[in-house]
């Protein structure tokens, strides 16, 4: 039941970019947008459940907000510098890396031989699904499939590092608390909606705070928080490792949809890569599926 719980994530996450891009809106308009509803989702959290809002709740959860925000900011950084293409599989092989060690190094998850050795295996077939997915036909250019992409890969590449350092830390806070997760939800969104903010001032766009097309953005808010809320209650029951990974898997709905949904090209040889990667996250995601 709880690997079914922790597959929603996958869902919710896995169309965010969908609506999102069907909504519009810059990089900043969006992540307000998307913070905005997450609170919204959290207010809603603390009507329905009732949650003991402690100190340790707060604190872990502002925290939280602000690593994710954190990640956030400078995940779209990177899409400005080398591409969305390169970055999401790049950013996702990351995470799922540092959340994989995280659980088996700081949460002791994995504890035989075999649940470490199916695993490993897992997390890099999983990695290895979601690099192949981005690969692009060469040749795709030359008959007008796909533009140019950016490549400043200094800043790229720097911007990686933060972004994975900060969605890492977002997951390894709330989990290293040993929070109620339904408690965590709403200050979490706090922290994460003042990292909006921040991010907005920092960058100079204090008029997208405002602007209309964030204000649509709050449903990708309200999607994101249904992801949220299910992966961290799944996290005690099923572990970090196995929890966020399955999140990731969410890589497949948002390929195939933007495809199918936002109109992206694809060679006939491009569409071969994303089958096969495809194929290779659910692969992952069934073998971790089976340690629980």
Do not use: C
Request: hydrophobic letters at 50%.
């Amino acid at each position: 039941m709880f690997i079914a719980l922790a597959l929603i994530p996958a869902l919710a996450w896995g169309s965010v970019g969908l609506i999102s891009g069907k909504l519009g809106g810059t990089a900043i308009q969006q992540t307000l947008g998307m913070t905005a509803g997450a609170v919204l989702f959290g207010i809603f959290t603390i009507v329905v459940y009732h949650p003991t809002l402690t100190g340790r709740v707060w604190i872990s959860g502002l925290m939280s907000g602000l690593f994710w925000a954190v990640g956030q900011s400078q995940q779209f950084t990177s899409m400005k510098a080398i591409g969305i293409s390169k970055t999401v599989p790049i950013s996702t092989g990351l995470q799922l890396a540092g959340n994989a060690l995280a659980g088996v190094l700081l949460f002791h998850e994995w504890k035989t031989t075999h649940m470490i050795t199916v695993g490993t295996i897992a997390v890099v077939v999983l990695i290895a699904g979601a690099t192949i997915t981005s690969l692009r036909d060469r040749r795709a250019s030359a008959i007008g499939v796909t533009s140019s992409q950016p490549n400043d890969v200094s800043t790229g590449t720097r911007a990686i590092i933060f972004s994975t350092l900060g969605y890492v830390m977002y997951t390894i806070i709330v989990n290293y608390a040993n929070v109620d997760a339904k408690a965590v939800v709403f200050p979490q969104a706090i922290g994460m909606f003042a990292g909006a903010i921040i991010f907005a001032m920092y960058k100079k766009s204090a008029k997208d705070i405002t602007a209309p097309v964030s204000y649509k953005n709050v449903l990708t808010g309200l999607v994101w928080g249904v992801g949220n809320l299910f992966m961290f209650i799944s996290i005690p029951h099923v572990g970090l490792a196995i929890s966020y990974s399955l999140a990731q898997s969410g890589i497949v709905i948002s390929t195939f949809g933007s495809i199918w949904f936002l109109g992206e090209k694809k060679t006939s040889k491009e569409m071969v890569y994303v089958v096969i990667g495809s194929v290779l996250v659910i692969v992952g995601s069934v073998l971790l599926g089976m340690l629980k």
